[in-house]
């Protein structure tokens, strides 16, 4: 599999484990319509969510991974 389907596959997996969890978290402390439910855990997910990109360097294609909670890129 190239690094770039790779890259947008972790961030399909990411995006939609964190929706799932804030979703089903807001949706049980919080009694709100569902359609707003779900913008607002598109959202959480949205910014909380790693974020894969695949490059071209020396080496090839590599995949790197930016997230809020990490400071600066890592290579996987």
Do not use: S
């Not at 790779?6 to 484990?17: H, P, R, S």
């Amino acid at each position: 599999m190239r690094p770039k389907y790779k890259a947008l596959l972790f961030n399909f997996i990411g995006f939609a484990v964190l929706f799932l969890i804030a979703r089903l978290a807001l949706g049980y402390f919080l009694p709100i319509n569902r359609i707003f439910l779900a913008v607002t855990a598109a959202i959480i997910a949205n910014v909380l969510a790693p974020k894969f990109g695949a490059i071209r360097g020396e080496d090839g294609e590599k995949i790197l991974m930016k997230w809020i909670f990490m400071k600066g890129f890592r290579e996987l």
